[in-house]
Every structure is written in C-alpha cells, then in structure tokens.
C-alpha cells in the first residue's frame, strides 16, 4: 500500500474535522471531490506538502469548463476550500466561520508599524476589553497608522503637534467616521497615544467634546403591529424564527444576548430564562411568559435538530452552531417577517434595535415605570430610557409650550 503524502494526511483529516462538525453526507461528499482536486493538482505539481504555491495555483483555476468563462461561484468554492485546509493546519480543526474581506490593519504595509497595533491590541485584550469595544479601538489606531505611512512617518512618535487635529479632519474627509459616531472611538485613540511618553502632549488634540446625533427613534405603528401579530398566528415562518421573533418583541432583548441563550438557562420550573447581557456584562432574569415561552417549547420538540450544541437556537443546517447575533441572522429573520406583513422598512434599519425601542415604547404606554423599564432592558443608568419618550408623540406633545400671542400695534 503507497503510503500517505503529507497533502493527503492533511486533507483526511480536514475532512474529518468537518464531520465532527456535523456536516450533512451530501456537503462532505461535496468537500471531499474538492480535497481530490486538490490533491491531484498537488501530484502534477510533484508537491507532497500542503505549500502557497499549491493553494495559489489552486486558486487560480476560477474558470468555468464548458465556458472558459470567470465562475465567480467556482472561486468561491476554491476560496472555501483553502481557508478550510489552513484553518485546520494552523489550529488542528477547521474554522467554518466566513471569511470577509480585507481589514483596515491590512492597509499599513510598514511592519514596525503594524507591530505597534498588534502591540496595543495585545494589550486591550490583556485587560479583558469586550471584543466589540476591541475591534473600535483597533480601527481607529489602525487609520492613524495610515496616516502616519501617507506622512512617511516610520514610528507613532515621529508625530508632531497639528497632527491629531488633521488626522481627525482625515477620518472626516474620507467618510471613516461621522462626528456623530467617533466618541467611543476617541477613548481608544487617547490609550494608544498614553502608550508613548514623548507624543503624549498630542492628548490636548483630541476634543473633549463632540455633537452626539440624537434622532427620534423609529417604532413600529399600531398597523404593523397587527400586520405582524398575524404573521407569527399563520405558522408562515419556521418555529425557530417565530420564537426568535417573539422573544426580540416582547422582551426588547438584544439580538445577540438572544443568541446566546443556552438549554441550561432555561429554568422550566420557575418559569425564568437567566440571560447574561454580552453589552453590559450584567444578569437578568425575565419571567417566561406563556407566548414565547410555548414557541420555544415547540421550537424545542418539533423542528430543533438534533445536536451537540448546548445553544437554544442553532442554525437550520450543518454545522449545528449557534446562530449569530449581531451578523445577519437576527437581521434576515426580521426582514423575513417584515415583508410577510407587508412592512415597508424605507429609511429604517432592520435589526433587533428596533424591536428593542418597540418594547421599551410599548412599557412607556402601558405606564410602566422608566425604572422598571430600565431593569427589564439591563441598563446601567435608569436615565438612559428616557430616551424611549421620543417614541410617544402624545406625551411630546404634552411637554411642548405654547407660542406666545401676538399682539395687535
């Protein structure tokens, strides 16, 4: 018997990373003639180890064969196939996330430069930062180092005064962020530059201030609501979807924190769903009303597939992961419901920040206490919910003032 190559061994054991994965028989009978393909351009080529030439070789074929036509389909297969390959090679199983396109950190083409943001970055995770909060920091610092290589600037200290100032108006200029939206970003600015004793009287640069836009926050009407109400009683979306819908409706849950619901958070005696808020790193527990509550028991007994993931909501095909939160899925089941009932979301966002703001407006109207309504969305501050007042023009109206009489020469 010929004993294995190295490219062999390798693709095997892909492969069988991707059944562990629970993948349907179809998908790696797909994966596996892909692996072959693979494997025999590596034969042509005399290659026995998993190289860049062979992946780029591979890579190259995007045409299609009867055609001779680009196949933007069979370059993405091709695509899928090597980031599987060296995902299992660089952790010892396959990383089934999808990949996007480049990052900002891949702009700096300086390695000192680039080592500087793996530095700082390095540090925010030391400091157990939240991702998101992580990746907003990294992103700013990453156009600044742009800006630097644009100055010819070979360190972040080579910076002089004047610099921040118009690396700000740059971020405007090309649209990298809006003064509405660069605040949260500015404290990730202010800890980079903190890191280099000689630059550090480039904090007085940063403005202590900038305009926050505040907008009146959109809600569904009383019409889509009833539109909705009767989708979710026709049975016209999935069990998953329904008590997804539900849960984002009725409990003003962030998307992701509905993601992350485990079976074990589920307390079936008392009734109580134990969430733990990604955001804000705070408990709650919401009561499990007999709505979403019987959604979810329907979900669980009749359409749930069967797996190993301990998550509530699973994706509807292999692999049996979690779905995600703040990426499409949330967004594609609500867009999903809104077009059954016929909702025009012109000029509106689609996500759970919607149904977040509906919940929270449908308390105000009921008079629940913003106190109250504050505990139930997991605030930390029970004054930010007046915020939600926006959403009721009655009670607007009521604090608007007269107009002055004009009086008559």
Known sequence: MQKETEIQRILRLTLESLKDKEYSEQTLLRYKRKFKELNKLAISMNIRCPTEELFNKYLDDQYNSHTGETS???KRQRIRVVNLVKSYILNGEVDTSRKHGLSVKNLIKSLNLRLELDKYVQSLKDEQLKANTIC?????????LTYCEEKTYSSVEELVSGDIRDFILYLYEYSYFKPTTINSALAGLKRFLSLYPKIKFLLMELPSHLPRERKILEIY????????RR????????????????LLLETGLRGVDICNIKLSDIDWDKD?????????????????RE??????TDYLLNERPRCKSPYLFVRENAPFSRIEG????????LKKLETLAGICNCNRSIGSRTTRHNAASTMLKSNVPLSNISAVLGHHDANIVTVYLSTDKEKIASCTLPLPRRHKL
């Open 221 to 228: 009407s009383d019409s889509d609501i009833e539109a909705i």
């Open 72 to 74: 933007v389909y069979k």
């Open 272 to 288: 109580i769903i134990y969430i733990f808020q990604q955001k804000t790193a705070r408990p709650i527990n919401l009561p499990l």
């Open 326 to 333: 703040e990426g499409a899925s949330i967004r594609v089941i």
């Open 231 to 246: 989708v979710l009683n026709d049975n016209c979306m999935t069990k998953r979807d329904k008590a997804i819908c539900l």
């Open 136 to 144: 907003t920091y990294q992103r700013i610092v990453a156009y600044l």
């Open 291 to 296: 709505s979403y509550g019987n959604a979810i």
